[in-house]
């Protein structure tokens, strides 16, 4: 059992650093695209990397707020597919332009979804255990 991973609880601020990474590696591809002029970037590629874009655009911000970060169990998971893709276009970018992108592909997405303890797990364990000790403390006060 001393083996086993036990898991570990994903904080707010945490989640908008993963999100800060990915965003910052699309948006210097996207600097890249617009800079190279290999003939194998072609409107229908640069037109998905668009696509791509423009979809990175909505989720990134759609966990632009503390609370909308707060459910990790549904973010991780995206923000790793994000990162995912984004390794595939920069390797792609770099096979179609014989130039490595200004920010490598990560060499392997952690997946942290897998063992991931959610927050909102805590908070429940947390105020289970703040109620049995008012409860307590009521009870040894009037008997």
Not at 24 to 52: G, I
Not at 70 to 79: S, Y
Not at 124 to 131: D, E, N, P, R, W
């Amino acid at each position: 059992m001393a083996d086993q991973e036990i898991g570990f609880v994903v904080t707010p601020g945490e989640i908008a650093d993963r999100i800060a990474a990915v965003d910052r590696s699309v948006q210097a591809l996207d600097r890249d695209v617009h800079k190279a002029t290999a003939p194998r970037l072609n409107a229908a590629w640069r037109a998905e990397w668009s696509a791509f874009l423009r979809r990175w655009a909505v989720e990134r911000d759609s966990y632009a707020s503390w609370s909308a970060r707060l459910f990790a169990t549904r973010v991780i998971p995206r923000v790793e597919q994000y990162q995912a893709s984004y390794n595939w276009w920069a390797r792609d970018f770099q096979a179609r332009t014989n130039t490595p992108p200004t920010v490598p592909p990560a060499a392997e997405v952690t997946d942290m979804a897998d063992s991931l303890v959610p927050v909102e797990a805590w908070w429940i364990a947390g105020a289970a255990a703040l109620a049995y000790v008012v409860v307590k403390q009521a009870l040894n006060k009037y008997g």
